[in-house]
Nanobody
Framework: QVQLVESGGGLVQAGGSLRLSCAES????????MGWFRQAPGKEREFVAA????????VYADSVKGRFTISRDNVKNTVWLQMNSLKPEDTAVYYC????????????????WGQGTQVTVPS
């Protein structure tokens, strides 16, 4: 069973930075592509970024491209989302997820999800 635990959320002023972490407790972390999604109040959950199993490929939503960076360490069983130049519209609950598919940007292929961590950027 894959268990994902996010951390690092919080309140940050516009223009600031946060780094989210997602730790996987099992021994199969390197088998999965990892993704970050977010859900703002009253909106559907949306794709943010994804990284391939070996970190060699990444993909980003247009809304975060150039500001967010996804990375992973298969020894530490951790994936990170570095978020810079944060905007009020980045306010959401951020979820990490694991997929046995290659670098997917839609929700359905993700088999495991974390509980989410809140990011708030006041306007």
């Amino acid at each position: 069973q894959v268990q994902l635990v996010e951390s690092g959320g919080g309140l940050v002023q516009a223009g600031g930075s946060l780094r989210l972490s997602c730790a996987e407790s099992g021994r199969t972390f390197s088998s999965y592509s990892m993704g970050w999604f977010r859900q703002a109040p009253g909106k559907e959950r949306e794709f943010v970024a994804a990284i391939s199993w070996n970190g060699g490929s990444t993909v980003y939503a247009d809304s975060v491209k150039g500001r967010f960076t996804i990375s992973r360490d298969n020894v530490k069983n951790t994936v990170w989302l570095q978020m810079n130049s944060l905007k009020p519209e980045d306010t959401a609950v951020y979820y990490c997820a694991a997929s046995s598919r290659y670098l997917t940007t839609t929700e359905r292929p993700y088999d495991y999800w974390g509980q989410g961590t809140q990011v708030t950027v006041p306007s």
